[in-house]
């Protein structure tokens, strides 16, 4: 055995000297080589070696030891800089010198560096905002089975998990599973998917083998970011191909679904590969690849949000409760939405023990998401680097990403992604004190589908609403003939006779006939269904999602601070442009009539490509004054999108730090986020419900901005007639007309927030305790959220027909009857708006880290966040959608014995009400441990690890409709450096 690790160590390292040799041979360059230790004398890995005062650069690799080649002339210095650990020189003098050093702990974070915070390099105890860094080391401890699981115990962050390939950030309030308010950047691409609208950071951002450091900004950042990063953001970064090179190896294997609930246990399974290589300090390249594949998450919770005592229900039913409701509409199941007032029937004329009662809602039976989703998900990431050093100091870079996933993530309904894709382009010219980069990004979302037209239109194929409630109608006259009439007693057995009735026939799950209709229908890019109604629909409707996009984004900055000298001086300009290939279900051409907008021209396009722009500018001064304690800093950014004024942003700030281990500070910012591309200028051609962007000229020949009523006021209209009328008459229609609320929509504008934050960082007792607490207040105007409304066809709010409209008879046109007059119906819309109330958020959020002993640190971080009550309604619910208190502690240490380390961390959160368009909830408190063990192998550059999360299997839901998350137990192996010729 023994020799056959000689023999092995042997072939690495002719395999990593050989290439260096020949190199210097050519280039007449020469190589230094050494080893770097930490303060109990074991090997450094990661340690990064640089000259000082060139980017010539190198990182040492899981032995210790570093190999970097020069033709610097003698003598110089080297810098050895490592995470938690005191920066150290080393003058070199010839080039025999022996290259040893040890690396003292500085525990915890007294000369980190971040450049989020003002997009340029500083301390991060000096930083202007909340910011938060995760480096290597700690990404490394993390007991997630990802890097980007980590960001769950940052502080202050609240994680959306809708798949296991997509997990969503977000800080501060107002959360969301596609989060608009929140920036994702990946050196320096933004991630955020165009036409989609849901970010992808960790679908098709960096691998675990390429990511180097992530930086987090809890709050407003849009004076130097720009209109999407009014909550925060998060910034990845990836490792230098200059500095880290060689050849990485990762595969993690797990299982989930261990309880065997809805799923039997199933493997996830991850690999990834990197190399990286640079010759003479000029050239280097790095290439990425990554593939995983899982059994995801269920979506499965079945209940009721639409209860029986709701106006949305039957109040007027107490023998139909529970599991007996005729109006149930369940969490996870679709094609049933009666509390939206969609997929229902109403059923006049019930008699129960003699008395006549008021028209029955019942909603359609609907299928369960577990059986619509195929829960089986890959993800492919694949990326290339090459770069060129024109100067020491001046890269020229160019950077290919690829994405593609599978998965489900919800945005007014839930969306089944099947090879979605992203693409991404990046030109890059970095210097010492300016930036120019240049990025395209293109989306194509595959064989997607959106889950709830394919449930409407699974029903639909079976029978249409008029014909199902009439066939429900006859089933439960014919139940109380044959029993004696409908009584008290036997209502329930009833109405699940007559919905036996009316759904015989229907495709059921695990049969031939649905999993056949489902493939026809998701594939079929038209999301109606054939009627008299809409008699160019397909047949059997559809519900693909075709959406493609390309995204191009140019952006400089300089910094000006050695031309001007009596302050730091930095200005930036960008400016981006979207363009969309309007497929007539989506995105549609809004240059064509309304009648053809959803049609194919001769060539198969549906017209041209839907254009959106932005544009923006910023400058950033910064002064110190009384010998550095005091740090002022001036911000203001512009921002101009040509639908809308331009707008400005500033920032101030100031940091005082009496001395270098405590620092106090005060952030005034406002910002403005214009509608993303999705609230802007979509047209969903949903023909039932139609969801419609936010700028005005939508409107046109729609009539929802000024003629329509709000869908709250309809409901509560409604009711009253069905409690006052067995017929639903329109004599009691008209007498209710009171009751309706005309919405008068405001014309779009954007989203304002004005932020005021104070902060503290520190550290004490000799670098051993950490200490930061921030706290926040909000106040957001013009909030952008969702409101649906209900169009009289034919006839202005405020008339007799458009009062008789809004009857849930009404919902299509009708013609007379003995109580009700001939209608033209209604058409109901999901409008992109802004609320009109202003609304308030405040909280603040501490953390505390303790290195005790040698290495073994404890930490821990709780945040509080609250939304400030309203007076008064609004148009639509905004969905603060954040649990007041939460937090984590966890206890680790990186080296308990040579080699070895663990981590344990404890979750917690509060229960809190989620509010969405899709479902409304309470989540439950959630209770999770988490828990790794990493052993080193250096002499073998081999790392293994195992792991899980949620280790009890305490099963949870981290927002209401979405995934019920269980344990993931895993072990993984990195093989890191190999090749690197060090």
């Known amino acids: 055995m023994r020799s056959f690790k000689n023999f092995l160590k042997l072939i690495v390292l002719f395999l990593t000297l050989a290439p260096g040799m020949a190199w210097a041979q050519l280039n007449g360059n020469y190589a230094l080589s050494g080893k770097v230790n930490d303060d109990h004398g074991q090997p450094l890995i990661g340690t ?62 007294i000369n980190e560096v971040v450049v989020t915070a003002s997009r340029r390099e500083e301390k991060l105890l000096r930083s202007p905002v909340a910011i938060e860094k995760l480096s290597i080391t700690a990404l490394k401890q993390s007991p997630g089975p990802s890097f980007y699981d980590a960001l769950e115990n940052v502080k202050g962050v609240q994680m959306t998990t809708t798949s296991i390939t997509m997990k969503v950030p977000n800080t501060r309030g107002f959360n969301s599973p596609n989060n608009f308010r929140f920036m994702q950047l990946a050196d320096g691409v933004d991630m955020q998917s165009a036409t989609l609208g849901v970010p992808l950071g960790n679908a098709i951002g960096p691998t675990e083998l390429d990511i180097a450091s992530i930086e987090i900004t809890p709050g407003a950042a849009a004076a130097l970011y720009g209109t999407n990063a009014i909550n925060g953001l998060s910034n990845l970064f990836t490792k230098d191909p200059f500095k880290t090179q060689g050849l990485s190896f990762y595969h993690r294997t797990g299982i989930n679904h261990v309880d065997g609930i809805g799923v039997s246990p199933s493997a996830i399974n991850e690999t990834a590969i990197r190399f990286a290589k640079a010759w003479n300090d000029k050239f280097a390249f790095k290439v990425n690849a990554s593939y995983l594949t899982g059994t995801d998450w269920q979506s499965n919770t079945r209940k009721d949000q639409n209860p029986g005592n709701l106006k949305t229900a039957n109040p007027a039913y107490p023998e139909l409760t529970s599991a007996n409701n005729a109006a149930y509409d369940g969490w996870n199941k679709y094609g049933d939405d009666a509390l939206a007032g969609s997929n229902t029937v109403s059923i006049k004329g019930v008699v129960v023990d003699g008395v006549a009662r ?98 409407d239109n699974l029903d639909l194929n079976h029978a249409s609403n008029s014909v199902w409630g009439t066939t429900y109608k006859n089933a439960l006259t014919a139940y109380g003939n044959a029993n004696g009439g409908l009584t008290s007693a036997n209502l329930a057995a009833a109405t699940q006779a007559a919905r036996a009735a009316a759904d015989a026939g229907r495709v059921e799950p695990g049969t031939q006939a649905f999993t056949d209709l489902r493939q026809t229908i998701i594939g079929i890019n038209n999301w109606d269904i054939k009627s008299s109604l809409i008699p160019n629909a397909p047949v059997t409707g559809g519900a693909a999602l075709v959406q493609k996009s390309k995204m191009y984004n140019a952006e400089a900055q300089w910094d000006l601070t050695k031309h001007v000298k009596v302050i730091d001086l930095l200005v930036g300009a960008d400016v981006r442009v979207y363009s969309i290939t309007p497929d007539g279900n989506n995105f549609v051409d809004f240059t064509r009539s309304i009648a053809d907008r959803n049609t194919p021209l001769a060539d198969g396009s549906f017209g041209e490509n839907v254009i959106y722009k932005k544009y923006g500018a910023f400058t950033q001064v910064t002064k110190t004054f009384f010998d550095e304690k005091l740090k002022l800093f001036g911000s203001v950014r512009w921002d101009y999108n040509p639908y809308f004024d331009p707008k400005f942003t500033p920032r101030l700030a100031a940091v005082y730090s009496p001395n270098t281990n405590h620092n106090f500070r005060f952030t005034f910012q406002n910002g403005y986020r214009f509608p993303s591309l999705f609230e802007a200028l979509s047209y969903v051609n949903n023909g039932r419900v139609k969801r419609v962007g936010s700028l005005e000229f939508i409107n046109d020949g729609l009539g929802y901005l000024n003629n329509s009523y709000t869908q709250q006021s309809v409901t509560a209209f409604n009711a009253a007639v069905k409690a006052q009328s067995t017929t639903g008459d329109d004599a009691t229609a008209l007498a209710n007309r009171n009751l309706l609320q005309v919405a008068d929509l405001p014309k779009a504008r954007p989203e304002q927030i004005t932020s005021f934050e104070v902060g503290y960082k520190g550290i004490f007792f000799d670098n051993k305790i950490f200490l930061d607490i921030d706290a926040y207040a909000n106040r957001y105007n013009g909030f952008l959220g969702q409101v649906q409304v209900f169009v009289p066809n034919g006839a202005t709010v405020g008339s007799d027909a458009a009062v008789l409209a809004m009857l849930d008879i009404n919902r299509d046109p009708t013609t007379a009857t003995a109580t009700n007059a001939a209608s033209n119906g209604q058409s109901r819309y999901r409008v992109y708006t802004n609320a009109k109330n202003v609304y308030n958020n405040y909280g603040s959020s501490a953390g505390l880290s303790y290195n005790f002993y040698r290495r073994y640190t404890v930490s821990g971080n709780v945040s509080f966040n609250k939304l400030k009550a309203q007076q008064t309604s609004d148009i639509f619910v905004t969905g603060f959608n954040t649990p007041e208190w939460s937090g984590n502690f966890s206890f680790g240490n990186r080296e308990v014995v040579k080699n070895l380390g663990f981590n344990v961390v404890y979750k917690w959160q509060q229960s809190y009400l989620w509010e969405s368009p899709l479902v409304t909830g309470n989540v439950p408190a959630i209770h999770t441990v988490d828990a790794q063990v990493t052993l080193r192998v250096p002499d073998y550059y081999a790392t293994f690890k195992i792991g899980a999360t949620d280790i009890f299997n305490k099963r949870y839901i981290q927002y209401a409709g979405g995934p019920t998350i269980g344990g993931i137990y895993y072990a993984s192996v990195t093989l890191d450096g190999l090749l690197s010729g060090k």
């Open 48 to 109: 990064t070696v640089t000259i000082k005062g060139t980017s010539n650069s190198t990182s040492t690799d899981s032995t210790g030891k570093f190999t970097l080649q020069t033709n610097a002339r003698l003598p110089f210095t080297l810098v050895f800089s490592a995470v938690g650990y005191q920066t150290q020189e080393f003058l070199i003098r010839n080039v025999n010198s022996a290259v040893n050093v040890q690396l003292s702990t500085q525990a915890l974070l």
């Open 358 to 455: 008021p028209n029955l809602t019942v909603a359609r039976t609907g299928y369960n998401e577990v059986d619509l989703v195929d829960p089986k998900v890959t993800n492919l990431k694949l990326d290339g680097t090459l770069a060129y050093k024109i100067t020491p100091n001046t890269q020229l870079s160019y950077t290919y990403r690829y994405g593609n996933m599978d998965g489900v993530f919800q945005r007014g309904n839930k969306i089944s992604l099947n090879g979605a894709s992203v693409q991404n382009h990046k030109v890059e010219l970095k210097g010492s004190d300016f930036l120019v980069r240049a990025y395209e990004s293109i989306e194509n979302t595959g064989k997607s589908f959106n889950v709830k037209p394919l449930a």
